[in-house]
């Protein structure tokens, strides 16, 4: 009443049916619900390539994929598929979904229209980088897919073509999706929500969405550079038309060293939730908190050259970028420093998102240590392209991130299913994965130390010790990860009715307030938060009990 | 149908088919596009292209509709503007990846490849002082006119609105003529080397993007002319204007950079 609009909806258009529903959906919750599927149906094809790399790098020579390109294919199809089709959709497009209208208080998305385009855009991209692999002799070129090796001369068949659109196609869905979640952010906060009072969740995807935004068009260049040079005869990367290689490298990493932040920034955020939720505590330094991703995110743009030290930059340039990238290591210090801070003193409840926050918390560590010493330019001359890489980025953003969505899962899913899952099985599953995948990277710090080179699949005998121990420990994280889709399964057909509030006291974000599992509409009262970040009595869906 | 108040001032959008539509006009162009790469027939392509130009059309009518129906309330309209600027700062950044691969060419200190002569020897380059710098001055003139628009649109001069608006879609077309005419009278092909890869692509995407302004200012003519925008209301105009100055900017770098830095030193005929 009070704003005059004639709302011409009815019931039935509030709550469309049948496959209509999803497909043309407008609703955050349903569209956070489909890029999760999206994510766990990637994270299974990803998982199973890892698993098949990991198979051929058991013992030395061919164990049993004698087509070293295919190799290749799998090493590039993983990293495509677990970066931009699993931890990004279920993170920023799954959970940020979900959970950011709930937490500032708003009714849904700023533009759901553009919300629904996104994740369909993301879908399609899926499915053309699925056909890539299959055309031809696939994308041999690494996530990264630098020239020449990228170039019509090296890979001539449509694959490589099938990808470069893949992440287009991808990348403008991530690119309406940061619109869409800045606006929200800025434009649809409830009454009393200032910035200086929204979670730290909705903070991390504040920041995540900038660096999608300013991020992902330069890769859309480069991308498109490359597919002209490809097929219309264009020079960007080509040295015997007057171009340079390394151009790509420059534009790829400009937009790939953010995009390391843009998935483990809302890794942090969810962590932050977990943390202050069962130390029962608020997050310690919450405007430190706050402002170090905004540093990270600010400082990510500056050092994307760190990942070129071996391309002949000069020596000023390797100084300044190693001075630049080690400077990030201070509001992650920040972070780390105010995590054990809010725990420092609480009563800790080490429920299953608990587990993993700790342990998330812990690999964070150990990746961001390897980092420090692989920011350095003389450093990393030896260790460029080693195994020791592999195993920094898997720490850092791969198996980390990994974590703050099981985490994340464990902690909102009583939320958006109304289901609880059974805290000994989620407690058992936590400990299996946590070795697994600690036993299956940890060891290549060893191999990469020793030289062993990343992306070639066979080595001389002398890893052989260490490399056997890796593939153990992808069996055990193989174990894990069934385990937790059993788990998943468990808590749909027996999981125990979650409460409103399953988490008591520590869980004061507004997500809470409203019922399990979240009805439709949320929020079409908004809540007026107080000073103390906390709805005030009668206001929106919170009843003065609460 | 149920009529409700509701107590907020947001817009619960209606389901719509339109996202899924143009997700598979994507996918259609994508696949197309790659089998006219590699020497397939080009109908497959254009199939994805008319999927998505009908449904921009249809999505962008129904914005329309919403917007008449008075859906777009002042908080809406403060995040659909919202949403147009950081569109505008995404597409920025896309030049920027095209600024930066000309730089790489250009400047020794940033770049072991970069050309120590430029344009490279035997390119005979445009001379900045003609067609482009008319296009320069149409285009800032096109800057003036749209700002014409946006004072008649605030004032509710309907007239003055629809001529304004109508100037600077046919200086657009205008800029778009001589940029073709120019196109057709270089002296280098789109295949011979690092300048007109850089040339073509710079200036090619930006003639793209001049064309989306064009046709959007061209839907603003009609909904001026249908009495769409008061003075209170005209977001659509609003974010048609922005989206030509960013393509005016975008465009004074381009003849700064591209055209006169770039003869710099260069000693020799020009067209």
């Known amino acids: ?546 | 149908m149920a009529t409700e108040t509701q107590s907020h001032p947001f817009h619960m959008v209606e389901p719509s088919p339109w996202p899924a539509l143009a997700t598979l006009g994507a996918f259609v162009l994508a696949v197309g596009a790659i089998i006219f790469m590699h020497d397939g027939p080009p109908w497959i392509m254009a199939g994805g292209f008319l999927i998505i130009f009908y449904t921009a059309f249809v999505w962008w009518r129904d914005v329309v509709r919403e917007s008449r129906s008075g859906f777009h309330t002042s908080v809406v309209q403060h995040g659909l503007r919202l949403g147009v600027l950081l569109f505008i700062a995404s597409e920025v950044m896309f030049f920027f990846a095209f600024f930066w691969a000309y730089f790489d060419a250009t400047i020794p200190a940033i770049s072991k490849t970069a050309h120590d002569v430029w344009p490279p020897e035997g390119v005979i380059p445009f001379d900045p002082w003609g067609l482009p710098f008319l296009n320069t001055l149409i285009l800032l003139t096109s800057g003036a006119t749209v700002t014409a628009a946006h004072h008649a649109v605030r004032e509710g001069d309907q007239k003055a609105s629809v001529f304004w608006i109508g100037a600077t879609v046919a200086l657009g077309v205008l800029f778009l003529g001589f940029q073709m005419y120019e196109y057709g009278h270089a002296a280098f092909g789109f295949r011979e080397g690092i300048y007109p890869s850089t040339f073509f692509m710079a200036t090619g995407f930006h003639g793209f993007h001049v064309f989306v302004g064009v046709v959007f200012l061209a839907v603003c003519f009609f909904r001026a002319r249908a009495r769409h925008f008061s003075p209170e209301k005209h977001v659509g105009f609003e974010a048609a204007a922005w989206y030509w100055h960013f393509v005016d900017v975008v465009w004074l770098f381009l003849f700064v950079v591209i055209y006169w830095w770039g003869i710099v030193g260069y000693v020799g005929p020009l067209v």
């Open chain 1, 1 to 546: 009443m009070a704003y005059g609009v004639a709302a011409g909806h009815d019931e039935h258009a509030h709550h469309p049916t049948g496959w209509r529903r999803w497909v043309n959906s407008t609703n955050h919750k349903d569209i956070g619900t489909m890029y999760i599927v999206l994510a766990l149906i990637a994270a299974l094809i990803g998982g199973i390539m890892s698993w098949m790399i990991r198979g051929e790098l058991a013992q030395p020579g061919v164990t049993f994929i004698d087509n070293y390109q295919f190799y290749n294919v799998l090493v590039t199809a993983h990293g495509f598929i677990m970066v931009f089709f699993v931890v990004m959709p279920a993170l920023i497009g799954g959970f940020g979904n979900w959970f950011v209208p709930l937490m500032i208080g708003a009714p849904d998305m700023a533009f759901p229209r553009m919300n629904n385009i996104s994740l369909w855009l993301t879908t399609a991209g899926f499915v053309l980088l699925l056909i890539a692999a299959f055309v031809g002799a696939g994308p041999g070129t690494g996530w990264t897919v630098y020239p020449p090796l990228s170039s019509a001369t090296f890979h001539p068949d449509a694959a490589v073509d099938f990808a470069i659109l893949s992440l287009h196609v991808a990348g403008a869905g991530s690119i309406l999706g940061a619109i869409n979640f800045i606006t929200t952010i800025l434009n649809m906060r409830a009454p009393g929500m200032t910035l200086h009072r929204m979670p730290l969740f909705v903070w991390s995807i504040l920041v995540t969405a900038f660096l999608l935004l300013l991020a992902l068009p330069v890769l859309a260049g480069g991308l498109t550079m490359l597919l002209t040079d490809r097929n219309f005869g264009t020079t960007f990367f080509e040295v015997a038309g007057g171009g340079d290689p390394v151009l790509w490298q420059h534009l790829f990493w400009f937009f790939g060293h953010p995009e390391v932040y843009i998935i483990v920034l809302p890794a942090f955020g969810i962590i932050s939730q977990i943390v202050s939720t069962f130390s029962r505590k608020p997050v310690f330094g919450y405007l430190g908190m706050a402002y170090a991703m905004v540093a990270i995110g600010f400082v990510g743009f500056i050092v994307w050259a760190h990942h070129m030290y071996t391309t002949g930059l000069g020596v000023d340039t390797r100084a300044y970028f190693t001075l630049a990238t080690l400077i990030i290591a201070v509001p992650t210090g920040i972070k780390i420093f105010s995590w054990l801070a809010t725990m420092w003193g609480g009563s800790i409840e080490l429920k299953a998102p608990m587990l993993y926050a700790i342990g998330f918390i812990f690999l964070f560590v150990v990746g961001g240590v390897t980092g420090v010493a692989l920011a350095n330019a003389g450093i990393d001359f030896a260790m460029h392209d080693t195994y020791y890489v592999v195993a920094h980025f898997h720490y850092v953003m791969a198996i980390a991130a990994i974590f703050a969505m099981f985490g994340g899962y464990l902690y909102w899913i009583g939320k958006m299913s109304g289901k609880q899952y059974n805290e000994p099985l989620a407690k058992a599953q936590f400990w299996v994965f946590f070795v697994g995948v600690n036993v299956l990277f940890f060891p290549q710090h060893f191999l990469g130390l020793a030289g062993m080179p990343r992306r070639i699949p066979d080595y001389p005998d002398a890893f052989v010790g260490w490399n056997m121990v890796s593939s153990v420990g992808a069996l055990i994280t193989m174990i894990g990860t069934l385990m937790f889709f059993y788990l998943i399964w468990h808590t749909f057909r027996y999981g125990k009715t979650a409460e409103a509030n399953p988490w008591g006291e520590g869980a004061t974000t507004l997500e809470w307030t409203v019922p399990s599992p979240a009805p439709f509409h949320t929020h079409e009262q908004l809540p007026v938060i107080g000073p103390t970040g906390q709805p005030r009595a009668g206001s929106g869906a919170v009843s003065p009990a609460e």
